[in-house]
């Protein structure tokens, strides 16, 4: 015993180190997401600059070919814009309603857009159009869209029976009541006044306005530098909410947060182009297969790029080799509807 007593203690075992965790927990999977991230970059740079020198009849670098190029950077800005909102939008909001096979296009941010458009023409004629382009006008449909959606929000997420599940019904069926006024309108419209407004209610990149960005641009930064500053909260808040009230965090007032960026992104994407329905969804999917990874500092930049890929590379083949550019809104929305329909059929995982 005394020996027992006396015998030096052995040193305790040194921690293990447990290298298979994180957001990206093994070297392979982080040398696959940082190819994948340089393989995406790469075309996104690849179709940019296509788009501005493709066709171009000036020389490579003369003060006309810059001249061309910057009236066609335009459309690459807002093409940029618009993938930027549809991807960090869609990934937030999947995340906060713990789904990943919905849009926020649910809330009826587009059936607004359509129902606005379809009153203009209904009550002014063909010049209805004309008078909802300009800078005032598409601030009032970014403001009302918000309005929208912070109502619904603030009504049913706040109090005891706070339900995001009733939330999302609602908004299918405020989405559906404006489809079908503005369906009713549409039909007393003449053939002149419907062609017209047809062209308006299909996303196009020529819908949009460069007068629209003083507004649009610090609008999207100051809702995308929101929702990314919180991405570690939307890991958390991606674990369920009695998970989140756990950790100490307001799950209630992370998800009406949330929302309220979404929003904003939502709005200035419709009403600067037009409704996509399916872009936000497609380019979600695919930011989640390509970045394989729970953590939204990784997600965010993949379906970026995964939708200014997307977006890019449709009107660089559509415009160059089928000339046919006016059609591009049309195939995304049909290819993503695809994809969604794929995934709802699976019986796996999403």
Same mark, same amino acid.
């Given at each position: 015993?005394?020996?027992?007593? +006396?015998?030096?203690?052995?040193?305790?075992?040194?921690?293990?180190? *447990?290298?298979?965790?994180?957001?990206? @927990?093994?070297?392979?999977?982080?040398?696959?997401?940082?190819?994948?991230?340089?393989?995406?970059?790469?075309?996104?740079?690849?179709?940019?600059?296509?788009?501005?020198?493709?066709?171009?009849?000036? @020389?490579?670098?003369?003060?006309?070919?810059? #001249?061309?190029? /910057?009236?066609?950077? /335009?459309?690459?800005?807002?093409?940029?814009?618009?993938?930027?909102?549809?991807?960090?939008?869609?990934?937030?909001?999947?995340?906060?309603? $713990?789904?990943?096979?919905?849009?926020?296009?649910?809330?009826?941010?587009?059936?607004?857009?359509?129902?606005?458009?379809?009153?203009?023409?209904?009550?002014?004629?063909?010049?209805?159009?004309?008078?909802?382009?300009?800078?005032?006008?598409?601030?009032?449909?970014?403001?009302?869209?918000?309005?929208?959606?912070?109502?619904?929000?603030?009504?049913?997420?706040?109090?005891? #029976?706070?339900?995001?599940?009733?939330?999302?019904?609602?908004?299918?069926?405020?989405?559906?009541? #404006?489809?079908?006024?503005? +369906?009713?309108?549409?039909?007393?419209? +003449?053939?002149?006044?419907?062609?017209?407004?047809?062209?308006?209610?299909?996303?196009?990149?020529?819908?949009?306005?460069?007068?629209?960005?003083?507004?649009?641009?610090?609008? &999207?930064?100051?809702?995308?530098?929101?929702?990314? !500053?919180?991405?570690?909260?939307? $890991?958390? &808040?991606?674990?369920?909410?009695?998970?989140?009230? $756990?950790?100490?965090? /307001? *799950?209630?007032?992370?998800?009406?947060?949330?929302?309220?960026?979404?929003?904003?992104?939502?709005?200035?994407?419709?009403?600067?182009?037009? @409704?996509?329905? %399916?872009?936000?969804?497609?380019? !979600?999917?695919?930011?989640?297969?390509?970045?394989?990874?729970?953590? *939204?500092?990784?997600? %965010?930049? &993949?379906?970026?790029?995964?939708?200014?890929? &997307?977006?890019?590379?449709?009107?660089?083949?559509?415009?160059?080799?089928?000339?046919?550019?006016?059609?591009?809104?049309?195939?995304?929305? !049909?290819?993503?509807?695809? +994809?969604? #329909?794929?995934?709802?059929?699976?019986?796996?995982?999403?």
């Amino acid at each position: 015993m005394a020996n027992l007593l +006396t015998r030096p203690l052995a040193p305790a075992p040194s921690p293990r180190i *447990h290298r298979g965790s994180g957001a990206l @927990p093994h070297g392979r999977t982080r040398t696959r997401y940082w190819v994948v991230f340089g393989i995406l970059l790469l075309l996104a740079v690849s179709f940019g600059f296509g788009l501005l020198a493709w066709d171009n009849p000036m @020389p490579l670098g003369t003060e006309g070919f810059w #001249l061309i190029a /910057n009236m066609r950077a /335009n459309s690459l800005l807002t093409m940029a814009i618009v993938a930027f909102c549809q991807a960090v939008a869609t990934v937030s909001f999947q995340t906060v309603t $713990n789904n990943r096979i919905i849009t926020p296009s649910i809330m009826g941010f587009e059936s607004l857009y359509i129902a606005v458009q379809t009153g203009a023409v209904f009550f002014l004629g063909a010049a209805g159009v004309s008078a909802m382009r300009g800078l005032w006008q598409f601030s009032a449909q970014v403001a009302l869209m918000v309005l929208l959606a912070c109502l619904l929000y603030g009504w049913l997420l706040s109090g005891k #029976l706070g339900n995001i599940q009733i939330m999302l019904l609602i908004g299918i069926i405020l989405g559906a009541g #404006l489809g079908s006024i503005s +369906t009713f309108m549409q039909r007393l419209l +003449t053939p002149s006044e419907f062609d017209i407004l047809t062209a308006r209610l299909f996303g196009s990149m020529s819908n949009a306005d460069m007068s629209y960005m003083p507004v649009a641009i610090p609008l &999207v930064v100051l809702a995308g530098t929101a929702l990314i !500053a919180s991405s570690k909260r939307l $890991n958390v &808040v991606a674990l369920g909410r009695d998970t989140t009230m $756990n950790l100490g965090i /307001n *799950h209630r007032g992370e998800v009406m947060r949330t929302l309220f960026f979404v929003s904003i992104l939502m709005a200035v994407s419709t009403a600067l182009v037009g @409704p996509m329905t %399916f872009l936000g969804f497609l380019v !979600a999917t695919l930011a989640y297969q390509l970045a394989d990874t729970y953590d *939204h500092r990784y997600i %965010f930049p &993949v379906a970026f790029l995964t939708g200014f890929v &997307v977006l890019a590379g449709a009107y660089f083949v559509m415009k160059n080799i089928f000339y046919a550019q006016g059609v591009v809104g049309i195939i995304i929305e !049909a290819v993503g509807g695809i +994809t969604f #329909l794929i995934f709802i059929l699976r019986k796996g995982r999403l």
